[in-house]
Protein backbone atom coordinates (compact mmCIF):
# COMPACT_ATOMS: atom_id res chain seq x y z
CA UNK A 1 0.00 0.00 0.00
CA UNK A 2 1.24 3.29 -1.03
CA UNK A 3 1.05 5.85 1.81
CA UNK A 4 -1.34 6.04 5.03
CA UNK A 5 -3.33 7.75 7.41
CA UNK A 6 -3.27 7.14 11.06
CA UNK A 7 -5.07 8.41 13.74
CA UNK A 8 -3.81 8.86 16.73
CA UNK A 9 -4.77 9.66 20.52
CA UNK A 10 -2.91 11.49 22.77
CA UNK A 11 -3.43 12.93 26.59
CA UNK A 12 -4.37 16.28 26.48
CA UNK A 13 -1.21 18.04 28.02
CA UNK A 14 0.89 14.77 27.34
CA UNK A 15 3.60 15.49 30.25
CA UNK A 16 3.92 19.30 29.08
CA UNK A 17 1.91 20.98 31.19
CA UNK A 18 2.54 22.70 34.61
CA UNK A 19 0.97 21.48 37.40
CA UNK A 20 -1.49 24.01 38.03
CA UNK A 21 -2.72 23.69 34.36
CA UNK A 22 -3.12 19.68 34.45
CA UNK A 23 -5.07 20.46 37.95
CA UNK A 24 -7.52 22.46 36.15
CA UNK A 25 -7.69 20.02 33.17
CA UNK A 26 -8.89 17.53 36.12
CA UNK A 27 -11.17 20.12 37.72
CA UNK A 28 -12.72 20.78 34.12
CA UNK A 29 -13.46 16.90 34.16
CA UNK A 30 -14.37 16.34 37.11
CA UNK A 31 -17.19 19.03 37.32
CA UNK A 32 -18.24 18.00 33.73
CA UNK A 33 -18.59 14.46 34.58
CA UNK A 34 -20.58 15.51 37.50
CA UNK A 35 -22.91 18.00 35.38
CA UNK A 36 -23.45 15.29 33.31
CA UNK A 37 -23.88 12.40 36.00
CA UNK A 38 -20.95 10.38 34.27
CA UNK A 39 -18.04 8.66 35.51
CA UNK A 40 -14.70 10.99 34.86
CA UNK A 41 -12.70 10.07 31.64
CA UNK A 42 -9.28 10.72 30.85
CA UNK A 43 -9.20 13.57 28.37
CA UNK A 44 -7.78 12.88 25.00
CA UNK A 45 -6.81 14.35 22.14
CA UNK A 46 -7.05 13.37 18.27
CA UNK A 47 -4.40 13.69 16.14
CA UNK A 48 -3.12 11.80 12.19
CA UNK A 49 0.32 11.03 10.88
CA UNK A 50 0.11 10.51 7.44
CA UNK A 51 2.08 9.55 4.22
CA UNK A 52 1.38 10.83 1.12
CA UNK A 53 1.49 9.34 -2.42
CA UNK A 54 4.66 11.18 -2.96
CA UNK A 55 6.20 9.53 0.37
CA UNK A 56 6.15 12.80 2.44
CA UNK A 57 5.41 12.16 6.34
CA UNK A 58 2.87 15.01 7.46
CA UNK A 59 1.24 15.79 11.03
CA UNK A 60 -2.19 16.55 11.17
CA UNK A 61 -3.20 18.47 14.51
CA UNK A 62 -5.21 21.48 15.61
CA UNK A 63 -3.20 23.78 18.25
CA UNK A 64 -2.47 27.02 19.57
CA UNK A 65 -1.22 29.29 17.17
CA UNK A 66 1.30 30.90 19.39
CA UNK A 67 3.52 27.24 19.13
CA UNK A 68 6.69 27.43 16.25
CA UNK A 69 5.77 25.67 13.14
CA UNK A 70 7.33 25.13 10.24
CA UNK A 71 4.57 25.87 7.59
CA UNK A 72 1.70 28.45 7.30
CA UNK A 73 -1.14 27.07 8.83
CA UNK A 74 -3.99 25.30 6.85
CA UNK A 75 -6.70 27.39 8.78
CA UNK A 76 -6.76 29.73 11.52
CA UNK A 77 -9.53 30.21 14.38
CA UNK A 78 -10.72 32.40 17.37
CA UNK A 79 -10.10 30.81 20.89
CA UNK A 80 -13.36 31.79 23.12
CA UNK A 81 -14.65 34.15 21.43
CA UNK A 82 -14.37 35.54 17.78
CA UNK A 83 -12.72 38.91 18.11
CA UNK A 84 -10.00 37.11 20.09
CA UNK A 85 -8.62 35.84 17.12
CA UNK A 86 -6.91 39.34 16.57
CA UNK A 87 -4.48 38.17 19.60
CA UNK A 88 -2.49 35.23 18.18
CA UNK A 89 -2.02 34.11 22.36
CA UNK A 90 -6.00 33.59 21.46
CA UNK A 91 -5.87 31.91 18.12
CA UNK A 92 -5.45 28.36 16.85
CA UNK A 93 -4.02 26.58 13.89
CA UNK A 94 -4.86 23.75 11.88
CA UNK A 95 -1.11 22.35 11.29
CA UNK A 96 -0.20 20.11 8.58
CA UNK A 97 3.40 19.91 9.73
CA UNK A 98 6.00 17.95 6.89
CA UNK A 99 7.91 16.07 10.16
CA UNK A 100 7.82 12.57 10.99
CA UNK A 101 6.65 12.24 14.61
CA UNK A 102 3.69 14.19 16.23
CA UNK A 103 4.95 16.31 19.49
CA UNK A 104 3.47 13.71 21.99
CA UNK A 105 3.64 10.65 19.79
CA UNK A 106 5.22 8.67 22.39
CA UNK A 107 2.59 9.27 25.16
CA UNK A 108 0.07 7.39 22.55
CA UNK A 109 -2.67 5.72 24.70
CA UNK A 110 -2.84 2.90 22.02
CA UNK A 111 -1.37 1.79 18.91
CA UNK A 112 -2.69 3.95 15.65
CA UNK A 113 -5.67 2.94 13.53
CA UNK A 114 -5.03 2.67 10.24
CA UNK A 115 -7.57 4.73 8.04
CA UNK A 116 -6.24 4.41 4.43
CA UNK A 117 -3.57 4.95 2.17
CA UNK A 118 -2.19 7.35 0.49
CA UNK A 119 -4.90 8.62 -1.56
CA UNK A 120 -6.71 9.25 1.29
CA UNK A 121 -3.85 11.65 2.59
CA UNK A 122 -3.75 13.28 -0.62
CA UNK A 123 -7.20 13.99 -0.35
CA UNK A 124 -7.22 15.38 3.63
CA UNK A 125 -4.31 17.66 2.76
CA UNK A 126 -6.42 19.05 0.11
CA UNK A 127 -9.62 19.57 2.80
CA UNK A 128 -7.58 21.05 5.45
CA UNK A 129 -8.08 24.61 4.27
CA UNK A 130 -11.76 24.35 3.50
CA UNK A 131 -12.10 22.98 7.17
CA UNK A 132 -14.29 25.70 9.13
CA UNK A 133 -12.33 27.72 11.66
CA UNK A 134 -15.19 27.72 14.15
CA UNK A 135 -14.98 29.07 17.57
CA UNK A 136 -13.01 26.98 19.98
CA UNK A 137 -15.17 26.07 22.71
CA UNK A 138 -18.55 26.93 21.60
CA UNK A 139 -20.93 25.18 19.91
CA UNK A 140 -21.29 25.78 16.30
CA UNK A 141 -24.97 25.54 14.62
CA UNK A 142 -26.00 22.12 14.48
CA UNK A 143 -23.55 20.81 16.60
CA UNK A 144 -24.12 18.71 19.98
CA UNK A 145 -21.03 20.43 21.92
CA UNK A 146 -17.97 22.65 21.88
CA UNK A 147 -15.69 22.80 19.04
CA UNK A 148 -12.54 21.35 20.05
CA UNK A 149 -9.23 20.42 18.07
CA UNK A 150 -11.16 16.33 17.99
CA UNK A 151 -13.66 18.64 16.21
CA UNK A 152 -11.33 19.83 13.22
CA UNK A 153 -9.56 15.79 12.63
CA UNK A 154 -13.59 13.94 12.50
CA UNK A 155 -14.70 16.50 10.18
CA UNK A 156 -11.83 16.21 8.16
CA UNK A 157 -11.94 12.70 8.12
CA UNK A 158 -15.32 12.11 7.40
CA UNK A 159 -15.24 15.29 4.33
CA UNK A 160 -12.55 12.81 3.28
CA UNK A 161 -15.27 10.19 3.20
CA UNK A 162 -13.69 8.16 6.12
CA UNK A 163 -16.69 5.87 7.98
CA UNK A 164 -16.35 6.89 11.60
CA UNK A 165 -18.62 4.40 12.76
CA UNK A 166 -16.88 2.96 15.55
CA UNK A 167 -14.26 4.54 15.62
CA UNK A 168 -13.73 7.18 18.72
CA UNK A 169 -11.48 7.40 21.56
CA UNK A 170 -10.50 4.32 23.62
CA UNK A 171 -12.48 2.70 26.50
CA UNK A 172 -11.78 5.31 29.63
CA UNK A 173 -11.02 8.67 27.29
CA UNK A 174 -13.26 11.27 26.38
CA UNK A 175 -12.44 13.23 23.56
CA UNK A 176 -14.83 16.13 24.07
CA UNK A 177 -15.57 17.90 20.25
CA UNK A 178 -15.21 14.44 18.28
CA UNK A 179 -18.97 14.78 17.75
CA UNK A 180 -19.42 18.19 16.71
CA UNK A 181 -17.15 17.41 13.88
CA UNK A 182 -19.42 14.74 12.72
CA UNK A 183 -22.06 17.18 12.87
CA UNK A 184 -20.38 19.70 10.88
CA UNK A 185 -19.72 18.06 7.94
CA UNK A 186 -21.80 18.87 4.92
CA UNK A 187 -22.40 15.22 4.44
CA UNK A 188 -21.20 11.99 6.30
CA UNK A 189 -20.26 8.65 4.79
CA UNK A 190 -22.24 6.75 7.14
CA UNK A 191 -24.05 7.37 10.66
CA UNK A 192 -21.21 7.83 13.39
CA UNK A 193 -21.87 7.75 17.09
CA UNK A 194 -21.13 10.69 19.29
CA UNK A 195 -18.09 8.57 20.90
CA UNK A 196 -18.01 11.87 23.92
Known amino acids: MDGYVDLYWLPVGAGKLSPPRKWSLWLWEALDAATH ?15 D ?3 TTFTVELMPDFLPGTVPPAMTGSVGFSAAGRWRFFRYRLSCEPVERL ?21 ILALAPTAPPYVWGL ?6 EMWTSDSAISWLLIRAGV ?27 TAAPAHS
Not at 37 to 51: G, M, S
Not at 139 to 144: E, F, S, V
Open 103 to 123: PDEEWAVQSPSRLGDGNLANT
Open 139 to 144: RAKGTR
Open 53 to 55: LAG
Open 163 to 189: SLDGIGPPAGGRAPGWSAGIDAAPWKA
Open 37 to 51: RRARKRLLHAALKLV
